[in-house]
T-cell receptor, first 113, second 108 residues
């Protein structure tokens, strides 16, 4: 019954080694989001896709990229992870932008060694 | 509500008491607000929402109050239970950003 699925749940990568986190949804929602959440902080929006339209937050580092090959899947690529990128990464979807709630996946916990 | 990256405010209540969690938002153009609950190790989960044409909305044990004059939102939880222990975030639709959050701890 999972609606927003994130794989893997835990990811360990080495400093500077590219890593990809994946998200899929069964809701057929138009919008998909990626958030970064560090310990005891609120989720911080990195970017979102409205259909194929990519929207990057102004303060999202260039090190973070995203791909959405189809409605169901969205990927977060971290090109050269630093120690400061260790965090929980949350994927969310919504039917549309504006007056719609977001559905979150369980998150991927990224560790950088 | 803007995340400021500080330690989460905390609220500790006795089981059975009522809880009130507050949130201030910054964008006066926001017209839709959501409260999320995040349990440890999980993603945020929708609790209740409210549109700007309303002042109050009630759910099963939760009530959200909206004061547009002072840009303030509150979540009231009646008869708080141990299962309510979590971090609670408010979010506004304009920029899809979360407020700083409040950690609620329920003491048995």
């Amino acid at each position: 019954d999972a609606m927003v699925i994130q794989n893997p749940r835990y990811q360990v990568t080495q400093f500077g080694k590219p890593v990809t986190l994946s998200c899929s949804q069964t809701l057929n929602h138009n919008v998909m989001y990626w958030y970064q959440q560090k310990s005891s902080q609120a989720p911080k929006l990195l970017f979102h896709y409205y259909d194929k339209d990519f929207n990057n937050e102004a303060d999202t580092p260039d090190n973070f990229q995203s791909r959405r090959p189809n409605t169901s899947f969205c990927f977060l690529d971290i090109r050269s992870p630093g120690l400061g990128d260790a965090a929980m990464y949350l994927c969310a979807t919504s039917r549309g932008k504006g007056n719609y709630e977001q559905y979150f996946g369980p998150g991927t916990r990224l560790t950088v060694t | 509500g803007e995340s400021v990256g500080l330690h989460l405010p905390t609220l500790s209540v006795q089981e059975g008491d009522n809880s009130i969690i507050n949130c201030a938002y910054s964008n006066s153009a926001s017209d839709y607000f959501i409260w999320y609950k995040q349990e440890s190790g999980k993603g945020p989960q929708f609790i209740i929402d409210i549109r700007s044409n309303m002042d109050k909305r009630q759910g099963q044990r939760v009530t959200v109050l909206l004061n547009k004059t002072v840009k303030h939102l509150s979540l009231q939880i009646a008869a708080t239970q141990p299962g309510d222990s979590a971090v609670y975030f408010c979010a506004e639709n304009n920029d899809m950003r979360f407020g700083a959050g409040t950690r609620l701890t329920v003491k048995p």
